[in-house]
């Protein structure tokens, strides 16, 4: 029996590698805008599973997948600016959506790996904006929830090197020189 060969991959990668982007201008004309102040970020997939056991199965069970829904929990530090007080323009689409009724209440967000990795996704989502409150010495944070509504599609991430292709980091020559 051989030993399998150790995997290349000894780094972990940090959770702070997402980020969340809002469509501020329309379906024709995207302007995408970065939503700030993330402290917490959760993409999910989850699939509903149907029984799927026959006889045929001698006993053991059996399920097929029959639908995927997409989801981002995030939580956020609310934003604002110094002087103004105004708050950030993303996070406001993103509370004002979630207090109204159809086509305003969705949303047209992407994300990706800020690194360049494969992993980037685009989709619409209804939105739902959850003040932590707190104490006087807290600071105002937001848990928000980005339910799809429809496919997240998969896009070339924002963030890949020129020329598109796969993210390579090059190993550091370890030759050294005659003298």
């Not at 994300?111 to 105002?140: F, H």
Request: aromatic share 6%.
């Amino acid at each position: 029996m051989s030993t399998p060969t150790p995997p290349a991959e000894t780094e972990t990668a940090l959770a702070r590698r997402y980020r969340l982007e809002l469509n501020t201008g329309t379906d024709a004309t995207p302007v995408w805008s970065l939503v700030p102040g993330v402290q917490e970020f959760a993409p999910k997939v989850e699939p509903t599973q149907q029984k799927s056991t026959t006889y045929d199965d001698e006993g053991w069970a059996d399920s097929t997948v029959t639908e995927l829904a997409w989801s981002i929990e995030a939580k956020l530090a609310h934003r604002c600016h110094p002087t103004t007080g105004v708050f950030n323009a993303a996070q406001e689409k993103l509370r004002l959506a979630s207090e109204t009724f159809g086509v305003a209440s969705r949303v047209h967000v992407r994300y990706y790996d800020r690194e360049g990795r494969d992993e980037a996704y685009e989709g619409r989502a209804l939105v739902t904006w959850e003040p932590d409150g707190g104490a006087a010495d807290d600071l105002d944070t937001v848990k928000v929830t980005l339910t799809g509504k429809g496919p997240r599609k998969k896009i070339t991430n924002p963030a890949a090197p020129a020329g598109g292709g796969t993210l390579t980091l090059a190993a550091a020559s370890t030759t050294k020189e005659a003298a």
